[in-house]
Protein backbone atom coordinates (compact mmCIF):
# COMPACT_ATOMS: atom_id res chain seq x y z
CA UNK A 1 0.00 0.00 0.00
CA UNK A 2 1.02 3.32 -0.75
CA UNK A 3 2.12 5.93 1.94
CA UNK A 4 1.76 9.24 0.25
CA UNK A 5 -0.86 11.84 1.34
CA UNK A 6 -3.78 11.58 -1.16
CA UNK A 7 -6.21 14.12 -1.28
CA UNK A 8 -9.62 12.26 -2.78
CA UNK A 9 -13.07 14.67 -3.50
CA UNK A 10 -16.14 12.35 -3.62
CA UNK A 11 -19.36 13.33 -4.89
CA UNK A 12 -22.27 11.40 -4.13
CA UNK A 13 -25.79 12.27 -5.78
CA UNK A 14 -27.88 8.76 -6.30
CA UNK A 15 -31.38 10.09 -4.77
CA UNK A 16 -32.36 13.50 -3.27
CA UNK A 17 -29.07 14.40 -0.96
CA UNK A 18 -26.00 16.05 -3.00
CA UNK A 19 -23.14 15.44 -0.91
CA UNK A 20 -19.60 16.15 -1.46
CA UNK A 21 -16.49 15.54 0.97
CA UNK A 22 -12.75 15.67 0.87
CA UNK A 23 -10.62 13.07 2.82
CA UNK A 24 -7.01 13.19 3.10
CA UNK A 25 -6.16 8.94 3.06
CA UNK A 26 -8.94 7.50 5.36
CA UNK A 27 -10.14 10.38 7.03
CA UNK A 28 -12.48 13.06 6.76
CA UNK A 29 -11.45 16.58 6.04
CA UNK A 30 -15.39 17.99 5.57
CA UNK A 31 -18.54 16.38 4.16
CA UNK A 32 -21.32 18.68 3.35
CA UNK A 33 -24.50 17.30 2.53
CA UNK A 34 -27.42 19.35 1.15
CA UNK A 35 -30.97 18.55 1.59
CA UNK A 36 -34.06 18.46 -0.60
CA UNK A 37 -37.07 19.55 1.14
CA UNK A 38 -39.47 19.85 -1.66
CA UNK A 39 -39.85 16.35 -1.74
CA UNK A 40 -41.95 16.60 1.40
CA UNK A 41 -44.87 17.99 -0.25
CA UNK A 42 -45.24 15.20 -2.33
CA UNK A 43 -44.82 12.57 0.32
CA UNK A 44 -41.86 10.75 -1.68
CA UNK A 45 -38.82 11.75 -3.92
CA UNK A 46 -39.99 12.95 -7.28
CA UNK A 47 -37.72 12.50 -9.90
CA UNK A 48 -37.29 14.99 -11.68
CA UNK A 49 -37.55 17.67 -9.31
CA UNK A 50 -34.22 15.75 -7.50
CA UNK A 51 -32.27 15.87 -10.57
CA UNK A 52 -32.70 19.70 -11.05
CA UNK A 53 -32.18 20.55 -7.68
CA UNK A 54 -28.84 18.70 -7.62
CA UNK A 55 -27.51 20.29 -10.49
CA UNK A 56 -28.45 23.81 -8.77
CA UNK A 57 -26.95 22.43 -5.84
CA UNK A 58 -23.30 20.55 -6.93
CA UNK A 59 -21.32 23.26 -7.78
CA UNK A 60 -21.76 25.43 -4.40
CA UNK A 61 -21.65 22.29 -2.98
CA UNK A 62 -18.47 20.73 -3.71
CA UNK A 63 -17.23 24.46 -3.55
CA UNK A 64 -18.07 24.25 0.18
CA UNK A 65 -15.99 20.91 0.90
CA UNK A 66 -13.16 21.93 -0.46
CA UNK A 67 -13.19 25.45 1.42
CA UNK A 68 -14.08 23.85 4.77
CA UNK A 69 -10.99 21.01 4.20
CA UNK A 70 -9.15 24.05 3.43
CA UNK A 71 -8.14 22.08 -0.08
CA UNK A 72 -7.23 23.88 -3.40
CA UNK A 73 -8.57 21.67 -6.30
CA UNK A 74 -5.41 21.69 -7.74
CA UNK A 75 -3.82 19.43 -5.06
CA UNK A 76 -6.59 16.43 -5.38
CA UNK A 77 -4.77 13.28 -6.23
CA UNK A 78 -8.29 11.80 -7.96
CA UNK A 79 -12.35 12.40 -8.02
CA UNK A 80 -14.61 9.70 -6.68
CA UNK A 81 -18.20 9.34 -7.71
CA UNK A 82 -21.09 7.77 -7.24
CA UNK A 83 -22.10 5.31 -10.12
CA UNK A 84 -25.08 3.55 -8.98
CA UNK A 85 -27.59 2.37 -7.82
CA UNK A 86 -29.93 5.05 -7.60
CA UNK A 87 -32.30 7.35 -9.75
CA UNK A 88 -30.54 7.65 -12.89
CA UNK A 89 -31.37 11.74 -13.35
CA UNK A 90 -29.75 12.21 -9.82
CA UNK A 91 -26.66 9.95 -10.91
CA UNK A 92 -25.83 11.56 -14.41
CA UNK A 93 -25.77 15.03 -12.41
CA UNK A 94 -22.81 13.82 -10.22
CA UNK A 95 -21.44 11.77 -12.87
CA UNK A 96 -21.71 14.51 -15.41
CA UNK A 97 -19.91 16.99 -12.95
CA UNK A 98 -17.24 14.27 -11.26
CA UNK A 99 -15.96 13.15 -14.66
CA UNK A 100 -15.58 17.33 -16.60
CA UNK A 101 -13.93 17.90 -13.22
CA UNK A 102 -11.63 15.11 -13.43
CA UNK A 103 -11.09 15.91 -17.06
CA UNK A 104 -10.09 19.20 -16.75
CA UNK A 105 -7.75 18.66 -13.74
CA UNK A 106 -6.40 16.00 -15.58
CA UNK A 107 -6.66 13.59 -13.03
CA UNK A 108 -7.86 10.10 -12.09
CA UNK A 109 -11.22 9.35 -12.10
CA UNK A 110 -12.89 6.52 -9.67
CA UNK A 111 -16.03 5.36 -10.06
CA UNK A 112 -18.06 4.11 -6.52
CA UNK A 113 -20.98 1.32 -5.77
CA UNK A 114 -23.26 3.11 -3.14
CA UNK A 115 -24.24 0.35 -1.22
CA UNK A 116 -20.44 -0.79 -1.21
CA UNK A 117 -20.24 2.50 0.46
CA UNK A 118 -22.15 1.69 3.38
CA UNK A 119 -20.46 -1.12 4.16
CA UNK A 120 -16.79 0.11 3.88
CA UNK A 121 -17.96 3.53 5.81
CA UNK A 122 -16.94 1.44 8.71
CA UNK A 123 -13.28 2.07 7.40
CA UNK A 124 -12.87 5.59 8.08
CA UNK A 125 -10.81 6.77 10.40
CA UNK A 126 -12.10 7.20 13.91
CA UNK A 127 -10.88 6.82 17.23
CA UNK A 128 -14.18 6.10 18.93
CA UNK A 129 -15.33 3.26 16.61
CA UNK A 130 -13.75 -0.13 15.74
CA UNK A 131 -13.18 -1.59 12.40
CA UNK A 132 -14.26 -4.69 11.35
CA UNK A 133 -11.95 -7.74 10.17
CA UNK A 134 -12.61 -9.88 7.08
CA UNK A 135 -14.26 -11.64 6.81
CA UNK A 136 -17.44 -9.68 8.07
CA UNK A 137 -21.51 -9.69 7.16
CA UNK A 138 -22.65 -6.86 6.00
CA UNK A 139 -26.40 -6.09 6.30
CA UNK A 140 -27.17 -3.04 4.16
CA UNK A 141 -30.90 -1.05 4.74
CA UNK A 142 -32.17 1.89 3.35
CA UNK A 143 -35.07 3.26 0.99
CA UNK A 144 -34.70 1.14 -1.89
CA UNK A 145 -32.41 -1.75 -0.55
CA UNK A 146 -32.33 -4.54 2.20
CA UNK A 147 -29.47 -7.15 1.66
CA UNK A 148 -27.16 -9.34 3.58
CA UNK A 149 -23.57 -9.50 2.10
CA UNK A 150 -20.42 -11.26 2.99
CA UNK A 151 -17.74 -9.35 2.44
CA UNK A 152 -14.69 -10.95 2.15
CA UNK A 153 -12.34 -7.83 1.12
CA UNK A 154 -12.72 -4.51 0.14
CA UNK A 155 -13.92 -4.84 -3.10
CA UNK A 156 -14.68 -8.94 -2.94
CA UNK A 157 -18.47 -8.76 -1.25
CA UNK A 158 -21.14 -11.41 -2.30
CA UNK A 159 -25.55 -11.02 -1.97
CA UNK A 160 -26.51 -14.02 0.40
CA UNK A 161 -30.07 -12.74 0.29
CA UNK A 162 -31.71 -9.86 -0.13
CA UNK A 163 -35.49 -8.66 -0.04
CA UNK A 164 -37.93 -9.99 -3.25
CA UNK A 165 -39.96 -6.96 -3.56
CA UNK A 166 -40.08 -3.87 -1.34
CA UNK A 167 -37.02 -2.15 1.12
CA UNK A 168 -36.97 -1.63 5.04
CA UNK A 169 -36.71 1.88 4.38
CA UNK A 170 -40.30 1.74 1.87
CA UNK A 171 -41.76 -0.34 5.05
CA UNK A 172 -41.03 2.42 7.81
CA UNK A 173 -41.91 5.39 5.02
CA UNK A 174 -45.06 3.24 3.98
CA UNK A 175 -46.36 2.45 7.01
CA UNK A 176 -45.86 6.26 8.81
CA UNK A 177 -47.61 7.22 5.29
CA UNK A 178 -50.79 4.56 6.86
CA UNK A 179 -50.64 6.41 9.79
CA UNK A 180 -50.85 9.85 8.23
CA UNK A 181 -47.39 10.74 9.58
CA UNK A 182 -45.47 13.47 6.82
CA UNK A 183 -42.34 12.03 4.78
CA UNK A 184 -40.07 11.06 5.91
CA UNK A 185 -41.89 9.39 7.98
CA UNK A 186 -39.80 6.29 9.04
CA UNK A 187 -37.71 8.72 11.36
CA UNK A 188 -41.20 9.46 12.90
CA UNK A 189 -41.92 5.87 13.32
CA UNK A 190 -38.27 5.33 15.50
CA UNK A 191 -39.19 8.56 17.81
CA UNK A 192 -42.91 7.36 18.77
CA UNK A 193 -41.92 3.89 18.66
CA UNK A 194 -39.25 5.13 22.28
CA UNK A 195 -42.57 5.63 24.25
CA UNK A 196 -44.79 2.75 23.22
CA UNK A 197 -45.53 -0.93 24.13
CA UNK A 198 -43.94 -2.94 21.29
CA UNK A 199 -45.77 -5.69 21.93
CA UNK A 200 -49.18 -4.55 22.21
CA UNK A 201 -49.70 -5.42 18.48
CA UNK A 202 -49.28 -8.31 16.62
CA UNK A 203 -48.07 -7.97 12.99
CA UNK A 204 -47.04 -11.34 11.00
CA UNK A 205 -43.38 -12.42 10.02
CA UNK A 206 -43.19 -13.36 6.46
CA UNK A 207 -42.56 -16.32 5.45
CA UNK A 208 -39.46 -16.50 2.77
CA UNK A 209 -36.11 -17.93 2.36
CA UNK A 210 -33.99 -18.09 5.32
CA UNK A 211 -31.97 -14.94 4.06
CA UNK A 212 -34.37 -13.64 1.82
CA UNK A 213 -36.53 -10.29 2.98
CA UNK A 214 -40.19 -9.26 1.87
CA UNK A 215 -41.94 -6.69 3.48
CA UNK A 216 -44.71 -6.09 0.81
CA UNK A 217 -47.16 -8.29 3.00
CA UNK A 218 -46.48 -6.43 6.37
CA UNK A 219 -47.20 -3.04 4.87
CA UNK A 220 -50.73 -4.66 3.39
CA UNK A 221 -51.42 -6.51 6.93
CA UNK A 222 -50.75 -3.09 8.57
CA UNK A 223 -52.73 -1.50 6.29
CA UNK A 224 -56.01 -3.60 6.99
CA UNK A 225 -55.22 -3.68 10.42
CA UNK A 226 -55.51 0.31 10.30
CA UNK A 227 -58.34 0.42 8.28
CA UNK A 228 -59.87 -2.23 10.83
CA UNK A 229 -59.62 -0.39 13.58
CA UNK A 230 -59.91 3.22 12.37
CA UNK A 231 -63.53 2.14 10.91
CA UNK A 232 -64.53 1.25 14.84
CA UNK A 233 -62.81 4.45 16.61
CA UNK A 234 -61.80 7.13 14.55
CA UNK A 235 -59.45 8.24 16.95
CA UNK A 236 -57.55 5.18 17.37
CA UNK A 237 -54.83 6.70 15.45
CA UNK A 238 -54.34 9.38 17.64
CA UNK A 239 -54.74 7.34 20.84
CA UNK A 240 -52.68 4.22 19.62
CA UNK A 241 -50.22 5.90 17.76
CA UNK A 242 -46.94 5.22 19.98
CA UNK A 243 -47.62 1.81 20.60
CA UNK A 244 -48.81 0.78 16.75
CA UNK A 245 -45.50 2.65 15.81
CA UNK A 246 -43.49 0.67 18.27
CA UNK A 247 -45.09 -2.35 17.27
CA UNK A 248 -44.22 -1.88 13.54
CA UNK A 249 -40.78 -1.21 14.89
CA UNK A 250 -40.10 -4.68 17.21
CA UNK A 251 -41.57 -6.51 14.06
CA UNK A 252 -39.02 -4.95 11.50
CA UNK A 253 -36.63 -5.63 14.05
CA UNK A 254 -37.61 -8.86 14.39
CA UNK A 255 -37.08 -9.68 10.92
CA UNK A 256 -33.48 -8.24 10.50
CA UNK A 257 -32.52 -10.01 13.56
CA UNK A 258 -33.66 -13.21 12.44
CA UNK A 259 -32.20 -13.10 9.09
CA UNK A 260 -29.23 -11.68 10.57
CA UNK A 261 -28.71 -15.31 13.11
CA UNK A 262 -29.38 -17.68 9.80
CA UNK A 263 -26.43 -15.92 8.23
CA UNK A 264 -24.29 -16.36 11.12
CA UNK A 265 -25.64 -20.11 11.39
CA UNK A 266 -24.73 -20.47 7.54
CA UNK A 267 -21.31 -19.20 7.24
CA UNK A 268 -20.27 -19.17 11.07
CA UNK A 269 -19.01 -15.08 10.76
CA UNK A 270 -20.19 -13.69 13.89
CA UNK A 271 -19.24 -9.86 13.07
CA UNK A 272 -21.59 -8.08 11.85
CA UNK A 273 -21.72 -4.19 10.71
CA UNK A 274 -24.93 -2.72 9.20
CA UNK A 275 -24.86 0.41 6.61
CA UNK A 276 -27.54 2.42 4.98
CA UNK A 277 -29.86 5.06 5.80
CA UNK A 278 -32.16 2.53 8.12
CA UNK A 279 -29.29 2.02 10.27
CA UNK A 280 -29.71 5.04 11.65
CA UNK A 281 -32.69 3.99 13.31
CA UNK A 282 -32.65 3.63 17.29
CA UNK A 283 -34.63 0.66 17.74
CA UNK A 284 -32.14 -1.35 15.23
CA UNK A 285 -29.37 -0.10 16.79
CA UNK A 286 -30.10 -1.23 20.50
CA UNK A 287 -31.55 -4.38 19.21
CA UNK A 288 -28.32 -5.15 17.17
CA UNK A 289 -26.32 -4.13 20.84
CA UNK A 290 -28.12 -5.73 23.18
CA UNK A 291 -28.19 -9.37 21.29
CA UNK A 292 -24.32 -9.44 21.17
CA UNK A 293 -24.23 -11.48 24.39
CA UNK A 294 -26.96 -14.18 23.60
CA UNK A 295 -26.48 -14.59 20.12
CA UNK A 296 -22.64 -14.17 20.69
CA UNK A 297 -22.11 -11.79 17.56
CA UNK A 298 -20.40 -8.72 17.54
CA UNK A 299 -21.86 -5.91 16.02
CA UNK A 300 -20.21 -2.56 14.06
CA UNK A 301 -22.64 0.64 14.13
CA UNK A 302 -21.11 3.72 12.03
CA UNK A 303 -21.44 7.18 13.28
CA UNK A 304 -24.90 8.44 12.38
CA UNK A 305 -23.46 11.16 9.62
CA UNK A 306 -21.93 8.40 7.67
CA UNK A 307 -25.67 6.34 7.85
CA UNK A 308 -27.67 8.57 5.65
CA UNK A 309 -26.21 9.15 2.23
CA UNK A 310 -23.18 10.88 2.42
CA UNK A 311 -20.02 11.82 0.10
CA UNK A 312 -17.86 10.37 3.01
CA UNK A 313 -18.01 7.11 2.53
CA UNK A 314 -17.42 7.78 -0.98
CA UNK A 315 -14.43 9.06 -0.66
CA UNK A 316 -13.31 6.12 1.62
CA UNK A 317 -13.84 3.57 -1.09
CA UNK A 318 -12.04 5.92 -3.62
CA UNK A 319 -8.79 6.13 -1.22
CA UNK A 320 -8.69 2.32 -0.98
CA UNK A 321 -9.15 1.91 -4.96
CA UNK A 322 -6.76 5.20 -5.52
CA UNK A 323 -4.31 2.57 -3.65
CA UNK A 324 -5.32 -0.20 -5.73
CA UNK A 325 -5.00 1.86 -8.75
CA UNK A 326 -8.32 1.04 -9.59
CA UNK A 327 -9.16 4.06 -11.85
CA UNK A 328 -12.69 4.35 -14.15
CA UNK A 329 -12.33 5.94 -17.90
CA UNK A 330 -13.86 8.79 -19.34
CA UNK A 331 -16.43 6.92 -21.23
CA UNK A 332 -17.76 5.33 -18.12
CA UNK A 333 -21.80 6.07 -17.41
CA UNK A 334 -24.25 5.90 -14.35
CA UNK A 335 -25.77 2.62 -13.48
CA UNK A 336 -28.66 3.28 -11.96
CA UNK A 337 -29.08 -0.66 -11.09
CA UNK A 338 -26.08 -1.18 -10.52
CA UNK A 339 -24.87 -4.50 -8.23
CA UNK A 340 -22.51 -5.52 -6.00
Same mark, same amino acid.
Given at each position: ??????????????????????????E??????????????????????????????????????????????????????????????????????????????N????????????????????K???????????????????????????????????????????????S??????????G?L??? +??? *??? #????????? $??? /??? !? &?????????????????????????????????????????I?????????????????????????????????????????????????? +??? *??? #????????? $??? /??? !? &?????????????
Open positions: MQTKTIYILAIESSCDDTSAAVLCNDVLSNVVATQKIHKEYGGVVPELASRAHQQNIVPVVHQALAKANIDKKQLSAIAFTRGPGLMGSLLVGTSFAKSLALGLIPLIEVNHMQAHLLAHFIADDNTKPTFPFIGLTISGGHTQIVLVKDYFKMEVLGQTLDDAVGEAFDKAKILGLPYPGPIDK +YAS *DGN #AKKYEFPIP $KVG /ELD !F &SFSGLKTNILYFIQKEVKKDSEFITDNLEDICASIQYTIVKLLLKLKNAIKQTGIKQIAIGGGVSANSGIRKALKDKEKTNQWQTYIPKFE +YCT *DNA #AMIGIVGYL $KYQ /EEL !F &SKQDITANARYRI
